[in-house]
């Protein structure tokens, strides 16, 4: 089934154009209390820009020329600007506004074809159950699936409204998907299109919480393989996300990172810092690829990996390296969303120069510096400083110390290309000592002038 909103195909032998989806959090505050929940507010205080915070980080957005936005939350709707918010994305020219929502406000008579005429032409609806017992329950509040079977009504109603149905995986609903896949079908009638996101819990907040303490819910616990085949069966336009690629056999093009990925997609989300915006890479903060098996992956370019937080519960005997070519799966991901394989080829390139690191990457501390390289798999961390004769360290020129963090893929000397790196450093450091350069910049000019591949950054 095709999407009910697509943007322009490109003619054949265009280049992949890179999509830009901006992305505005309106709120924390919610009504429900999902057992997965990442957002708190009875944690953290509630937080909500004002309308005017709103306008402004909406037109930074359209500055960078993003033509489509999602306002997030927790519930989006429960704002009582909900509509200003609406008609303001309207007029500054998006083209296509979307709510995410847990769609109980919509239970309420007229309330989404006021949104729909205030501007809004897509949902992301969080539906869970396909009963009252399963719905209420990961809820964690009563009536929660007779409201959302209203705002499914509602939806079923109300034309010009593009449908993403969120799933998120848990313990409660993780034998019922198809099920509740089947009944948003049936609610919404055979005939409207809808995309369903099926997405295997991120271990943050409450469902950290649970799964440290009960255990989490496994890949394995999960039958990928079903749930896609009957979906596609049903000829359904589906994704699963947080789920690494070697879990989804042959639906592996299904995985919702790999279409950002071969789409270039760049998340545009300003909450996270006023003055930047987040890419693709930000989508795999906290996501790492274990050296066994994922160093002998042929995959590993194109998989978003595990969560750092599930490895550390659940190990990586689930995870098997895969051997077919990233190629191959990535043209069959460019032409199930529309573009040309033909694009395959420079994207994999692209890709193969992200990192992938075994371990979490911390933020860069102050007197480190970090060099990266695309053929090595963790980064080289060095700590630069003035001498300290007491303290060992790997080289010392006559005022500055060299020292490398403990690396977890062996002694970083046996590695040619790191050893490399590290001569190179030391030559740098002590032409820098010679020169009378203070040890700020000292880590700069190591930082800059690397080479052999290796890229750094000073902190
Ligand atoms: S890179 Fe690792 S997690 Fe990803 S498919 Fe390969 S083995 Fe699985």
């Known amino acids: 089934m095709g999407l009910f909103w697509s943007k322009p195909q490109p003619p054949p032998e265009a280049p992949l154009e890179p999509t830009q989806l901006a992305v505005v959090h309106l709120t924390n505050v919610c009504n429900l209390r999902c057992v997965f929940c990442l957002e708190r507010a009875d944690r953290g205080g509630p937080q909500q820009p004002d309308l005017a915070e709103v306008r402004a980080s909406l037109r930074g957005l359209r500055e960078t020329g993003a033509t489509d936005v999602v306002f997030m939350g927790a519930e989006t ?52 159950g396909a009963t009252a017992e399963i719905a209420d329950r990961i809820a964690g509040v009563p009536h929660t699936f007779v409201r959302q079977a209203k705002a499914l009504d509602a939806l079923a109603a109300t034309a010009g409204i593009a449908v993403t149905v969120n799933m998120v995986i848990c313990r409660e609903n993780a034998a019922a998907l198809p099920e509740i896949a089947a009944y948003v079908r049936q609610k919404l009638g055979p005939a409207r299109p809808i995309q369903f996101k099926f997405i295997f819990t991120h271990l943050l907040g409450c469902a950290w919480e649970q799964a440290r303490d009960a255990g989490p819910l496994r890949y394995a616990d999960v039958d990928f393989l079903a749930l896609a085949d009957r979906l596609e069966v049903a000829r359904e336009d589906f994704f699963i996300d947080n789920a690494p690629l070697c879990r989804l056999g042959r639906h592996t093009s299904r995985s919702l990172k790999l279409k950002s990925f071969a789409g270039d997609e760049t998340y545009l989300d300003r909450a996270a810092d006023a003055n930047t915006y987040l890419s693709t890479g930000f989508q795999l903060s906290g996501q790492v690829w274990p050296t066994q098996p994922c160093g002998a992956c042929t995959l590993r370019p194109l998989c978003q990996g595990v969560e750092h937080q599930y490895l550390r519960l659940a190990g990586r005997a689930e995870l098997h390296a895969s051997t077919r070519p ?77 020292a490398y963090r403990p690396w977890n893929e062996g002694n970083a000397t046996d590695n040619l290309q790191v050893r490399a790196a590290l001569e190179h450093a030391v030559a740098v450091l002590t032409a820098a000592d010679a020169a009378g350069a203070s040890v700020e910049n000292a880590r700069a000019q190591v930082a800059a002038q690397v080479g052999e591949g290796w890229s750094g950054a000073a902190g």
């Open 77 to 128: 709707l429960l704002r009582q600007d909900a509509l200003d918010v609406i008609r303001l994305a309207r007029e500054l020219g998006f083209e296509r506004i979307r709510a995410a929502t847990n769609g109980t406000p919509l239970a309420r008579t007229g309330y989404l074809q006021r949104l729909a005429d205030a501007g809004l032409n897509a949902i992301e609806l969080s539906i869970h």
């Open 326 to 402: 990233a190629i191959g799966v990535l043209q069959e991901a460019l032409q199930l969303h529309g573009h040309n394989p033909r694009h395959a080829k420079a994207r994999l390139a692209a890709l193969a120069l992200e990192p992938r690191p075994a371990g979490v990457v911390s933020p860069l501390r102050v007197g480190f510096v970090r060099l990266t390289h695309p053929q090595v798999r963790e980064p080289l961390e060095l700590r630069i400083e003035a001498t300290q004769p007491d303290k060992p360290c790997f080289k010392r020129t006559p005022r500055f110390d060299v």
